[in-house]
C-alpha cells in the first residue's frame, strides 16, 4: 500500500540527500529556551485566582469554554541519526457552561503507516489536569493513563483519544504534549483559532539556518509577529559548532471562536493560520537541495507514480465483461458511461469515504466495498476498456479546506473525481460517492473551485468544478378553494441536476415511504391524498413527482385568510444573525421556479392584492407577481435565482435583507371576503 501522501513522493529523495548530509555533518538541535514574552499566567500547573473565580468570556459573554492560554513550539532536533521536527504543545482552558464539558475529551491524530514503521510520528509526555474549587481550596484531579486510547484511524494515520476527569463548570484543564516526527520537511500547520475564543495563543517556530522555509500568515485578525536568530550547537567529527536558527514568533490575542456556520464548508480555511512550506536544504560545502515545487511538478510526481498514474495504463478486470454486454458498441458516449457505472456499482459499493489512494482492483471486487479512490481508479480503467477517455481530477474536499494559490504540495490533496470526455469533445465529471448524481452532479463536498486535471503527456490544468453545478427545480400547482378554506389541487414538481440528487438522497435515507411523505405532510400543512414519483432509482438528471393533496386555511364567517403560496418555498430567512465573521458559501448556483393557479369560490372577491416584487442583489435575484385571471382565478409567479455561490462577510447585510424579503413575500396573507 502507498504510504501518506504527506511524504509519499518526496521520501526517497529526501533520504539520499539527508544521507549525504549525515555523512558530512552529525549534530544535535539544542531544545532553546521559549523566549520570553508578556503572556498571561505562565505558571504552569498553578491557575490564578482569577481563572479559578472566572465565570464569563470578556470578549463573548455566550461562549461555554474559553481558552485562556495555548502555546505550540516548533524545533529541530537531531536523534537517532536522522532529523526530527519536534511539537511542544500547551493548553490551559477554562469551562463556563454545561455544554462546555465537552472540552474535556480530545484527540491527538499522527502519522503512523501499519506497515512501514521507519518513518512515523510519536505522541509522548501527554499530563493533563483537572482543577476544581471545593470548600476553597484548589483541588487537582490529574489523568490516568486508563484514560488515554490509542486507536487507528486508516492505514496511515493513529489517533490519542484522552478524557480529562472531574470536569464540571468553573473547572480549569491543563493539559500538554509532545510530537516527534520523523518528517523533517514536513511542518504541520498552526491554527491559533478553535471553535470557542481564544484569550491568548502563541506560536514560535524555530528553523535551522540550513533549512529554508516558506513562512506563511492569514487570518482576519491581527497577530503579533517577531523574528529573530538564536544559537544552536552541532556536533561534528568530535567537535562543536554553532550555527543559527532563523526564529518567527506569532501572538494572537483575544481571538473570536471560530465555528463552522451554516453556509460555511471549512471555518478553518478563514482562521489565523500559519503554514511553512520547504523551499530549500543547504549545508555549505556539503549539499544543497531544493524542495520548491510547482503543480506541474506535483503533477509529475502522481503520474509517475506506480500507484496513482501505473493503476490508469491497466485494464479492468471486467474487460471481458464489458465486451460481452455490447458496451463499447453504444453509439451515444453519455449511454456508454452509464451502461459502465451501472455495471460498476452491480459489484461495488461506496464505503462512504474519501481517499487520494486506492487498493487493486481484484481486492476491491473480492470485498465489493472500497472508498471512493478504489472505485474511481476501477471506473477509468472500465471507461477506457469501453473506448471512453476518462482521467482523474485530483483534489482538496470543501471540508478538508482549500487548496493554497501560493504555493504547490501534495499535502494538500486527498482525493479524486473523473474527467470524462463525451460525445461533444466536452468535459463532464462524476465520482463514485455520487450514489444519487449523475455527470456533472457531484455531491457537495466535491464542488470545490479549485481541481486540478492530471493527465498523461499533457500539462496539468485547473477546473472549477463548482461552475457546471446547477440546482433547478420548477413546480406547478393547480388547485381550488371552497367556501370553507379548503384547497384541494395538484401539484407537479420536477427537478434537475443538484435538486433531482437531493430528493434521491432522501429517498435512499429515508426508513420507508411512509416516512418520507409524512414529513412532506408536516412541512407544507398538507394532507397528501396521491403520491407519484419518477426517476427515483434512474442515472439521470431529473426526477419528478406528482402529488394530490388538500389543505385547510384560516377562515373567519365568509373571509378566507389565504397564502397563495400554498406551499411557501421559504418560510423563513436561513439568515438571523445580525452580524455576521465569515462568508456564506453557497454549495451551487441554483434556480426555483413556482408558479400557483387557484380557483376562488363563486361569489367570492379579493379585497387587496399584493403588489408585484423585484429583489435584486448581485449574484441573486427574486421576482414575485400576481394577478387575476377573470374574476375567480388568481395566479402567482414566483422565481429565485441564485448566481453566484460566494458572499463577503462585508456583502452579508445585502444578502440578509434580500433573503427576509424573500421569506416576507413567500408568507404574505391575501384576505378573500364573499361579495356583497
Not at 247 to 275: E, I, M, Q
Not at 277 to 293: C, H, K, M, N, R
Not at 398 to 424: C, E, Q, W
Amino acid at each position: 500500500m502507498p504510504m501518506n501522501y504527506l511524504f509519499k513522493f518526496n521520501i526517497i529523495e529526501m533520504k539520499k540527500h539527508c544521507f549525504v548530509l549525515l555523512l558530512t555533518y552529525l549534530f544535535c538541535c539544542s531544545n532553546g529556551i521559549m523566549a520570553q514574552v508578556t503572556k498571561p499566567n505562565m505558571s504552569w500547573g498553578k491557575p490564578t485566582k482569577e481563572e479559578m473565580s472566572m465565570t464569563e468570556c470578556s470578549i463573548d459573554k455566550d461562549a461555554d469554554a474559553v481558552v485562556l492560554y495555548h502555546s505550540t513550539y516548533v524545533y529541530y532536533a537531531f536523534q537517532g541519526e536522522s532529523f526530527k521536527v519536534v511539537y511542544e504543545v500547551k493548553n490551559r482552558l477554562k469551562i463556563l457552561k454545561p455544554e462546555g464539558k465537552r472540552m474535556a475529551d480530545d484527540q491527538i491524530t499522527y502519522i503512523e503507516n501499519e506497515t512501514t514503521r521507519n518513518t512515523r510520528e510519536i505522541v509522548s509526555g501527554l499530563k493533563a489536569t483537572a482543577y476544581n474549587m471545593e470548600d476553597g481550596k484548589v483541588v487537582k484531579t490529574k489523568l490516568e493513563k486508563s484514560m488515554i486510547n490509542e486507536e487507528r484511524l486508516d492505514k496511515n494515520q493513529m489517533v490519542v483519544k484522552f478524557s480529562v476527569p472531574q470536569v464540571k463548570v468553573g473547572t480549569v484543564i491543563e493539559y500538554e504534549y509532545r510530537i516527534t516526527s520523523d518528517f523533517f520537511y514536513h511542518i504541520r500547520d498552526w491554527n491559533a483559532q478553535r471553535d470557542i475564543p481564544v484569550l491568548y495563543a502563541y506560536y514560535k517556530l524555530s528553523i535551522p539556518e540550513w533549512f529554508s522555509f516558506n513562512v506563511e500568515e492569514t487570518g482576519m485578525n491581527q497577530m503579533e509577529k517577531k523574528e529573530y536568530s538564536e544559537p544552536m550547537t552541532l556536533l561534528f567529527r568530535g567537535g562543536t559548532e554553532n550555527i543559527l536558527t532563523n526564529v518567527k514568533t506569532f501572538v494572537g490575542r483575544d481571538l473570536p471562536a471560530l465555528v463552522d456556520d451554516d453556509f460555511v464548508w471549512h471555518a478553518t480555511d478563514y482562521s489565523n493560520k500559519v503554514t511553512a512550506e520547504l523551499a530549500d536544504i543547504f549545508v555549505p560545502g556539503a549539499v544543497y537541495q531544493s524542495y520548491t515545487s510547482t503543480w506541474d511538478d506535483v503533477d509529475g510526481q502522481l503520474m509517475s507514480d506506480e500507484d496513482f498514474g501505473g493503476r490508469l495504463k491497466r485494464s479492468s478486470p471486467l474487460k471481458e465483461e464489458i465486451a460481452a454486454a455490447g458496451i463499447p458498441a453504444i453509439a451515444n458516449k453519455k449511454e456508454r458511461v452509464e451502461a459502465v457505472w451501472k455495471l460498476l456499482k452491480s459489484r461495488v459499493k461506496w464505503n462512504g469515504n474519501y481517499a487520494l489512494w486506492g487498493q487493486t482492483a481484484s481486492k476491491l471486487l473480492k470485498e465489493g466495498t472500497g472508498n471512493n479512490a478504489d472505485i474511481n481508479f476501477l471506473f477509468i480503467n472500465m471507461l477506457h476498456d469501453a473506448g471512453i477517455e476518462a482521467s482523474p481530477i485530483v483534489m482538496s474536499t470543501r471540508k478538508h479546506g482549500r487548496m493554497p494559490l501560493t504555493h504547490a504540495s501534495m499535502k494538500y490533496l486527498n482525493t479524486f473525481v473523473v474527467g470524462i470526455v463525451t460525445d461533444d469533445d466536452k468535459m463532464m465529471y462524476f465520482d463514485s460517492s455520487a450514489e444519487d448524481g449523475y455527470l456533472n452532479v457531484l455531491p457537495a463536498n466535491l464542488l470545490t473551485s479549485r481541481a486540478r486535471l492530471v493527465k498523461k503527456g499533457a500539462k496539468g490544468s485547473w477546473i472549477n468544478l463548482q461552475e457546471s453545478a446547477r440546482g433547478h427545480e420548477s413546480t406547478s400547482i393547480v388547485a381550488t378553494l371552497d367556501a370553507n378554506g379548503v384547497i384541494k389541487g395538484r401539484k407537479d414538481h420536477m427537478l434537475l441536476y443538484e435538486d433531482a440528487a437531493v430528493l434521491r438522497r432522501k429517498w435512499r435515507e429515508a426508513k420507508d415511504s411512509v416516512e418520507l411523505i409524512a414529513a412532506m405532510q408536516d412541512k407544507d400543512g398538507i394532507e397528501i391524498e396521491s403520491y407519484k414519483v419518477e426517476g427515483r432509482d434512474d442515472f439521470s438528471p431529473n426526477m419528478k413527482e406528482t402529488i394530490t393533496f388538500s389543505k385547510h386555511v384560516d377562515t373567519a364567517g365568509e373571509t378566507i385568510y389565504l397564502n397563495l403560496f400554498i406551499m411557501p418555498q421559504m418560510k423563513s430567512s436561513p439568515f438571523t444573525n445580525k452580524e455576521r465573521m465569515l462568508p456564506v458559501e453557497f454549495p451551487y448556483k441554483g434556480l426555483e421556479a413556482y408558479n400557483v393557479s387557484l380557483t376562488l369560490p363563486e361569489g367570492y372577491v379579493v379585497e387587496d392584492m399584493p403588489k408585484p416584487v423585484i429583489l435584486k442583489l448581485d449574484g441573486a435575484k427574486a421576482i414575485i407577481s400576481y394577478s387575476q385571471k377573470e374574476d375567480n382565478e388568481l395566479e402567482l409567479q414566483y422565481q429565485l435565482n441564485i448566481t453566484k455561490t460566494f458572499f463577503t462577510a462585508e456583502e452579508y447585510n445585502g444578502l440578509k435583507e434580500f433573503f427576509d424579503k424573500v421569506a416576507e413575500c413567500n408568507n404574505t396573507i391575501i384576505t378573500i371576503k364573499k361579495a356583497q
